[in-house]
C-alpha cells in the first residue's frame, strides 16, 4: 500500500489550502486498494522544523513552499537539507503573489531531488500575496482549485503509468545555478529596502487572544506579549492577515510603497497556475 500525503509551509494558508486538495485529489484518483491518503505535515510552526522527517519508496508526497523573493524561503533551507526522501515520489508546489515564481520552483525541485525524492510532477499556484488584500485577493480561488484537482488527476495517472518504475526527470522553468534572491524595486528600478521592516501594535485594539502567537512560523511572537514581534520577521503578514481584531499593522514608508508598487504594477493582470508533468 502506497501513501500519499501533503507536507507544506504555509504562513496565510493558501500553499497549505493548494497542497491538501491536490494530495486529497490524487487519493481519490487512484485505486484505493493500492493506494490510501495519510496525515499531512504542516512544518509551518518551528517546533514542527526540529523533527527529522524520513521517507521510503512508498511515499507520494505532495510539498510545498510559498516563494519568498522569487525563491524558496531561505529560513528554510536548513530543515529541507535534513529531509530523508528514501526514493519517494514527490510532487513540488509552490505558492507566490502574482508577481512571479522566478528560480522558487526549480529551487524546490533540486532540493528534493538531492534529497532523494523522484520527482513525478511539479506546479506553480497563485495565492493572494503576504503584503496585500488587493493583489491575487482571495486566491487560490475557484478556478485555481479545479486546475489543482486536474493536476492532481494527471499526476495520479502518471503515477499509475510509472507501475513502479522510477520517472523521468522534469523540467520544469527556472534557472540553474539558481538566480538571487529578488530584491524589492519601485517602478523606476529603484532598490526598496524592507528587510528590517517588522508589524507593529495598536494595543487598543489587541484582546490578547494569541492568535499571532500560533501564526507565526519564526516563533517571533511571544505568549507572554502578543502581538509584538521580537525576532525574525519573514513578513509572511500571517499574524497580520489572521488578527480577528486587525491589531497588528505597518507603517514603515518603504514597505507600504513597495506593497503599492506591487499593486500598482501587477495586481491589472490575471497569472495562472503552471503545471509541468
Request: proline content about 6%.
Given at each position: 500500500m502506497?501513501?500519499?500525503?501533503?507536507?507544506?509551509?504555509?504562513?496565510?494558508?493558501?500553499?497549505?489550502?493548494?497542497?491538501?486538495?491536490i494530495?486529497e485529489?490524487?487519493?481519490?484518483?487512484?485505486?484505493?486498494?493500492?493506494?490510501?491518503?495519510?496525515?499531512?505535515i504542516?512544518?509551518?510552526?518551528?517546533e514542527?522544523?526540529?523533527?527529522?522527517?524520513?521517507?521510503g519508496?512508498?511515499?507520494?508526497?505532495?510539498?510545498?513552499?510559498?516563494?519568498?523573493?522569487?525563491?524558496?524561503?531561505?529560513?528554510?533551507?536548513?530543515?529541507?537539507?535534513?529531509?530523508?526522501?528514501?526514493?519517494?515520489?514527490?510532487?513540488?508546489?509552490?505558492?507566490?503573489?502574482?508577481?512571479?515564481?522566478?528560480?522558487?520552483?526549480?529551487?524546490?525541485?533540486?532540493?528534493?531531488?538531492?534529497?532523494?525524492?523522484h520527482?513525478?510532477?511539479?506546479?506553480?499556484?497563485?495565492?493572494?500575496?503576504s503584503?496585500?488584500?488587493?493583489?491575487?485577493a482571495?486566491?487560490?480561488?475557484a478556478?485555481?482549485?479545479?486546475?489543482?484537482?486536474?493536476?492532481?488527476?494527471a499526476?495520479?495517472?502518471?503515477?499509475?503509468?510509472?507501475?513502479g518504475n522510477?520517472p523521468?526527470p522534469?523540467?520544469?522553468?527556472?534557472?540553474?545555478?539558481?538566480?538571487?534572491?529578488?530584491?524589492?524595486?519601485?517602478?523606476?528600478?529603484?532598490?526598496?529596502?524592507?528587510?528590517?521592516?517588522?508589524?507593529?501594535?495598536?494595543?487598543?485594539?489587541?484582546?490578547?487572544?494569541g492568535k499571532?502567537?500560533?501564526?507565526?512560523?519564526?516563533?517571533?511572537?511571544?505568549?507572554?506579549?502578543?502581538?509584538?514581534?521580537?525576532?525574525?520577521?519573514?513578513?509572511?503578514?500571517?499574524?497580520?492577515k489572521?488578527?480577528?481584531e486587525?491589531?497588528?499593522?505597518?507603517?514603515?514608508?518603504?514597505?507600504?510603497?513597495?506593497?503599492?508598487?506591487?499593486?500598482?504594477?501587477?495586481?491589472?493582470?490575471?497569472?495562472?497556475?503552471?503545471?509541468?508533468i
Amino acid at each position: 500500500m502506497k501513501t500519499i500525503r501533503g507536507m507544506f509551509f504555509s504562513g496565510t494558508g493558501t500553499t497549505e489550502k493548494t497542497v491538501k486538495l491536490i494530495a486529497e485529489e490524487m487519493a481519490a484518483a487512484l485505486p484505493e486498494t493500492a493506494f490510501a491518503k495519510a496525515d499531512d505535515i504542516d512544518f509551518t510552526p518551528p517546533e514542527a522544523r526540529k523533527e527529522i522527517y524520513a521517507f521510503g519508496e512508498d511515499d507520494i508526497v505532495v510539498f510545498g513552499t510559498p516563494v519568498i523573493a522569487g525563491r524558496v524561503p531561505n529560513v528554510l533551507l536548513k530543515f529541507l537539507n535534513t529531509l530523508e526522501g528514501g526514493e519517494a515520489l514527490a510532487v513540488p508546489v509552490v505558492l507566490y503573489g502574482n508577481r512571479n515564481y522566478d528560480d522558487a520552483l526549480i529551487e524546490l525541485r533540486n532540493i528534493l531531488e538531492d534529497r532523494g525524492f523522484h520527482i513525478v510532477a511539479a506546479a506553480a499556484f497563485i495565492g493572494e500575496h503576504s503584503f496585500s488584500k488587493v493583489l491575487a485577493a482571495g486566491r487560490p480561488d475557484a478556478e485555481d482549485m479545479a486546475c489543482a484537482t486536474e493536476f492532481a488527476k494527471a499526476v495520479a495517472a502518471r503515477i499509475e503509468s510509472l507501475d513502479g518504475n522510477i520517472p523521468e526527470p522534469i523540467e520544469v522553468r527556472g534557472e540553474t545555478p539558481v538566480r538571487d534572491y529578488y530584491k524589492p524595486r519601485d517602478r523606476h528600478g529603484e532598490h526598496i529596502n524592507i528587510l528590517k521592516v517588522k508589524p507593529k501594535l495598536d494595543e487598543s485594539r489587541c484582546t490578547g487572544c494569541g492568535k499571532c502567537v500560533s501564526a507565526c512560523p519564526m516563533g517571533s511572537i511571544k505568549e507572554s506579549a502578543p502581538g509584538v514581534v521580537d525576532g525574525i520577521c519573514i513578513k509572511c503578514c500571517g499574524c497580520e492577515k489572521k488578527c480577528p481584531e486587525g491589531a497588528l499593522y505597518f507603517d514603515d514608508p518603504g514597505y507600504l510603497y513597495h506593497k503599492e508598487e506591487l499593486e500598482y504594477l501587477y495586481a491589472g493582470t490575471r497569472r495562472e497556475p503552471e503545471v509541468f508533468i
